[in-house]
């Protein structure tokens, strides 16, 4: 089980300009070859509007799997979200994303390709602008009251932060376990991505939980 909560950011300047920024964070196999499941709030996905929707990435073949329901949110909202495992049986995931008004519950069930442990944790902030004003202009977005179970025990982890191909002097702070914040420059020239490298990653919390858990080991950043 993964919870977090954060709060949606004002809007950008410029309501185009990215590939529909991203915050978000989920669960996959500690290689990067199972399914990554994780509950969305993104900017221009649907226009220029927040919208918050469940996603399911697989890598054994490439495919992108949404939620059938993608609502509109606001800035200012207070945004709760849960990726939880329904047991060894139903080897299964239930994600939840709510703005308190409105509730997204999406199951995904794990494939037969994606048969390994959904052993590593991430929250990030994802997609580089073509121009920084593309990004909202108060330049933060903090998960905030982060709570995790490892086989139905809560346990306190130690995230590792990292970026990939900064933009906009984007960065991920991990304040502490329960805490993880994102920061931005909306007024910076640099480091914007030319339209070809704008669905890269910008920056990144991660936890590798490897077996048998609940050991933990070290970070590991997309």
């Known amino acids: 089980m993964l919870n977090t909560s954060w709060t949606v950011p004002n809007k950008p300047e410029i309501p185009f300009g990215s590939n529909a920024p991203g915050w978000w964070f989920g669960v996959q196999t500690a290689e990067g070859d199972g399914a990554l499941i994780q509950p969305i709030l993104a900017y221009g996905y649907k226009g220029a509007e927040y919208s918050i929707f469940n996603g399911v990435f697989d890598w054994t073949d490439g495919s992108w799997r949404t939620s059938p329901e993608v609502y509109t949110v606001q800035p200012g909202s207070f945004i709760t979200s ?3 495992f329904n047991g ?3 080897n299964s995931y239930t994600m939840i994303i709510t703005d308190g008004t409105q509730t997204i519950t ?3 069930r794990i494939e037969a390709a994606q048969h390994k ?3 590593t944790a991430y929250f ?3 997609h580089q602008p073509n121009n920084c004003k593309a990004y909202p202009k108060d330049g933060e977005c903090t998960f905030e009251s982060i ?3 490892v086989d139905g025990k809560p346990v306190t982890p130690t995230w590792t932060a990292a970026q990939e191909r900064p933009a906009c002097n984007s960065k991920c702070e991990v304040v502490d376990s329960k805490t993880i914040k994102f920061t931005w420059d909306d007024s910076s020239t640099e480091g914007a ?3 070809a490298a704008a669905s890269n990653s910008t920056a990144a919390a991660s936890l590798k939980v490897p077996p048998p858990l609940p050991k933990w080991g070290y970070g590991k950043l997309l």
């Open 106 to 108: 999406t199951p995904y």
């Open 147 to 149: 709570y995790m179970e």
């Open 117 to 119: 442990n959904e052993s």
């Open 193 to 195: 991505a030319p339209p």
């Open 82 to 84: 849960s990726v939880i």
């Open 124 to 126: 990030v902030l994802e």
């Open 88 to 90: 060894v049986e139903a």
